[in-house]
Structure formats: structure tokens, C-alpha cells
């Protein structure tokens, strides 16, 4: 939750928190992503990653799709496997005051990162949010529960089941590092989507529209990252206790780790010891 955009401003960095006296840019684009290009639907451009080619495709949920994430790996060619997570949300953006990675000002642990746009917001513009890697949509709510007993906005005054436990209108991205392991980066308090489960979605493309849904304040996009065995959370409900109390036991990420490059050779040999040393859990039904 927000507590307001027009207090201390801060950035994340090197695992720090930081005042700072001015929204910060997102850094250019890289290309990487495009190394590995997908295709959600027959995956014929995205072939299983080479070590474990014959890795099982998991289905779950009242959809019974197939999860396109399982056994592959989007990582980029080159020194630098985890240059694809580099991008920001939001093309101009601010952390405000209570929006940082395990911020004091929260009553409970803030595992995320809160972007926010005020001056879209105050000049009545929508504000759109881009993934910041390329991966798989492997979750989504629009959250109706929460416009039905909210505002127009779709604000509660509660953490309830039924309003995601407070994360609103969700977008929940996977992004395969490799057939043990999977990151997983959330988009919560969205207004609305543009995407569908199991899309192949990448950096440059617009999956919703930044909102306030769910137990928020202010217009934000909240920003969490975890890391897992793939397919912990295809097609799951996040209403559900069940989801719930998995995501909260999956291993939390600074994004700090995630979106500087200097800290990419500790997040990749962090990714890459966590693999051999865990099971991967049964499907939620």
C-alpha cells in the first residue's frame, strides 16, 4: 500500500534504499529477450532448453492448458544470461515514501517495489506498465470482488481472500531461467489487462493499465519477484489460501538484484545453486 506520492522519493539500489530528489528513467532497452523468441501458443520458436529436453508439460486449473513454460529457458547469449531483466515498469517513474523493498513505513513486510506516475495521475492520463522481462503469463485477476464492494477504483479496506488478499487486479509473469527454476515477477493494483494465460509477453509490449485496486492508497503498479521450480503457480487462483500461502513461502528477490546489472553474477549463482536442492511441488488443482 501507498501512502502517498508526494513524500520522500526513493530508488532502490545495490539492496539500499536511497533518497533521491527526482523521478528516474527507465534505462534503454536491451535486445537480449530476442535471442529466444516465443511463440505462446505452439512454441515451435521456443524449443525446450537443451539440458533437459525432455521435460514433462504440467496442465492444471479448469482451463486444462498446457503451461509454456515448463522446461525452457529465456536466458540472453553472452556475458550476461540475466541482461533481459533490466527494464522498469514505467517509462518515468517514482518509488514514493512507503514504496520501497521491505519499507518500514508498512505495518507488514513489504516484499515488493511501488512505481507510480503522479503526473499522469494529476493530468487525468492513464499510465500504462510494460513487463521487465520477457516470460510467460502464468496467472491474472481483474479482481471484480473488489469493484463490486470498493470504490470506482476498485480500493478496499481489506486484505480479504476475495480481493487477492489485497493485491487487487493482478498480472503474474514467469520468466524460465531453466528447467529447475523460474522467476516470477507480479503486477498488482492493476486497473485492467491486456493479456491472457499462457501469452508470450516481452519488454517493449503494454500488458495493463497502472491502477489502484485491492488495499491501495494512491496509483501504483506494485512490483514483487520470486523465484521457484517452474509452474508453481500456472493458472492458480489468487483468492485462494492455498496460492497464497505458496507464493509467501517462495523465495523473495530485492529487485535490486533483479534490475542492476552489477548484481546479476550474485542473482544467477543464487538461481543457479537453488535448483539441485529442491523438489518441485505437486500442481494446485
Not at 528516474?24 to 537480449?32: E, I, R
Not at 517509462?91 to 503522479?118: K, M, R, S
Request: a negative charge; glycine letters at 10%; proline letters at 11%.
Amino acid at each position: 500500500m501507498v501512502k502517498g506520492l508526494c513524500g520522500v522519493l526513493v530508488v532502490i539500489c545495490l539492496g539500499t534504499i536511497s533518497p533521491v530528489a527526482a523521478s528516474s528513467p527507465a534505462p534503454a532497452l536491451p535486445s537480449a529477450w530476442q535471442a529466444r523468441p516465443c511463440d505462446a501458443q505452439s512454441l515451435a520458436l521456443c524449443p525446450p532448453a537443451s539440458d533437459d529436453p525432455v521435460q514433462p508439460v504440467a496442465q492444471a486449473g479448469y482451463t486444462g492448458l498446457h503451461n509454456p513454460a515448463r522446461g525452457r529457458s529465456l536466458l540472453a547469449p553472452g556475458s550476461d544470461p540475466l541482461a533481459i531483466f533490466e527494464r522498469r515498469p514505467l517509462d518515468v517513474y517514482i518509488v514514493p515514501e512507503g514504496g520501497g523493498f521491505l519499507d518500514d513505513d508498512h505495518t507488514d513486510p513489504h516484499y515488493g517495489v511501488d512505481y507510480a506516475c503522479p503526473t499522469d495521475y494529476l493530468n487525468g492520463q492513464v499510465t500504462y506498465f510494460y513487463p521487465i522481462a520477457p516470460g510467460f503469463v502464468t496467472a491474472r485477476s481483474s479482481c471484480l470482488s473488489c469493484y463490486v464492494d470498493g470504490d470506482a477504483q476498485g480500493r478496499v479496506g481489506w486484505k480479504w481472500p476475495r480481493y487477492n488478499f489485497g493485491w487487487g487486479g493482478l498480472v503474474l509473469v514467469e520468466t524460465p531461467i531453466n528447467p529447475k527454476v523460474s522467476v516470477y515477477i507480479l503486477y498488482a493494483h492493476v486497473a485492467r489487462d491486456f493479456v491472457g494465460l499462457g501469452d508470450f509477453v516481452t519488454p517493449d509490449e503494454i500488458i495493463g493499465v497502472v491502477g489502484a485496486s485491492g488495499y491501495s492508497e494512491q496509483y501504483h503498479v506494485h512490483v514483487e519477484i520470486r523465484y521457484g521450480p517452474p509452474g508453481m503457480f500456472w493458472n492458480a487462483d489468487f483468492s485462494q489460501w492455498t496460492t497464497h500461502d505458496r507464493w509467501m513461502a517462495t523465495m523473495f528477490i530485492d529487485p535490486a538484484l533483479v534490475v542492476y546489472r552489477q548484481n546479476h553474477g550474485l542473482l544467477r549463482a543464487a538461481l543457479e545453486q537453488w535448483g539441485p536442492l529442491h523438489p518441485e511441488p505437486q500442481p494446485i488443482p
